[in-house]
């Protein structure tokens, strides 16, 4: 075991190595890696907005409900009928307690909602700041290039105008 957890040390190593001489590279996963997150909040925003959606249908209904055995309390009292009355209490206390646990639910997914709302422009933040990075080593990396080229190139430039000069200077020799 003592081989496999050296070589895997190694590897990391030489993965932490790579990345600090390739920042790109680093700044492309974590540009990729809050595209992913970015995606995953605003599923997850629409899957809580529909769940709240439902939940509100849901309430509905079962307010319908609630009163419809609150009519039937009054009419079960009405024809002094103490047993359906009884009955009829029970069922709505029953379907009260179930709205009360669904209104708690909404409450708890409108929080969520609100969390996941506040994420998305930081995680749009954070996404800026790491392109924008990302365009600036890009830039010096072509720029270190470039100069790293660029004396060759006036070396060949400078050969090239000395070899031009020559030919004039063996026309106007010959004329």
Do not use: Y
Not at 34 to 51: C, F, G, N, V, Y
Not at 64 to 78: G, N, S, V
Not at 116 to 129: D, G, S, T, V, W
């Amino acid at each position: 075991m003592k081989f496999i957890e050296d070589i895997i040390r190694f590897l990391e190593t030489r993965l932490e190595e790579f990345l600090r001489a390739h920042p790109e590279i680093e700044l492309q996963a974590l540009d990729e890696q809050l595209r992913q997150q970015e995606e995953d909040t605003r599923r997850l925003r629409q899957e809580s907005l529909a769940q709240k959606q439902a939940l509100s249908e849901a309430l509905a209904k079962l307010g319908e409900e609630i009163k419809t055995w609150h009519f039937r309390i009054e009419k079960a009292e009405q024809a002094n009928r103490p047993d359906l009355a009884e009955g009829a209490r029970r069922r709505e206390a029953e379907l009260l307690q179930q709205g009360s646990r669904l209104f708690n639910q909404g409450k708890s997914l409108e929080e969520k909602i609100r969390q996941l709302e506040a994420l998305l422009p930081q995680i749009a933040q954070r996404r800026q700041e790491v392109q924008t990075k990302l365009q600036e080593v890009k830039a010096a990396q072509a720029k270190t290039a470039a100069e790293r080229v660029s004396p060759w190139e006036k070396l060949f430039e400078e050969d090239k105008l000395e070899e031009e000069f020559r030919r004039l200077e063996m026309r106007l020799a010959v004329d």
